[in-house]
């Protein structure tokens, strides 16, 4: 059964970084598409980055403007985020999802496995 557990969360000033990562534990972890997903207080689940795993296909939530960026190590069975420049709308936990399949997802509710979040706060 494939477990996903987050990490690298916290609390850093705006224009700081931070870079979370994702410990897949299960078998054949290039047979999924990893993706990373936020969630602020009060709001819905909005997607942020997906990439896939054999080919590594990238994308993004557009209105990023680039200051994110997906990668995943098939060695070791983890996917990233790194977050730059970040500001303090970017506070939200931060969620992980895995789903079997060769493209990528952005939806919520195509993703069927889920990490516990972990929270980053960004302050003024």
């Known amino acids: 059964q494939v477990q996903l557990v987050e990490s690298g969360g916290g609390s850093v000033q705006a224009g700081g970084s931070l870079r979370l990562s994702c410990a897949f534990s299960?078998?054949?972890?290039?047979?999924?598409?990893m993706g990373w997903f936020r969630q602020a207080p009060g709001q819905e689940r909005e997607f942020v980055a997906a990439?896939?795993?054999?080919?590594?296909?990238?994308y993004y939530e557009e209105s990023l403007g680039g200051r994110f960026t997906i990668s995943r190590d098939n060695a070791k069975n983890t996917v990233f985020l790194q977050m730059d420049s970040l500001k303090p709308e970017d506070t939200a936990v931060y969620y992980c999802?895995?789903?079997?399949?060769?493209?990528?997802?952005?939806?919520?509710?195509?993703?069927?496995?889920w990490g516990q979040g972990t929270q980053v706060t960004v302050s003024s």
């Open positions: 990439m896939t795993g054999p080919v590594q296909i990238l």
């Open positions: 299960g078998r054949n972890f290039t047979l999924y598409t």
């Open positions: 999802a895995a789903r079997t399949g060769v493209v990528i997802y952005v939806k919520r509710e195509e993703y069927d496995i």
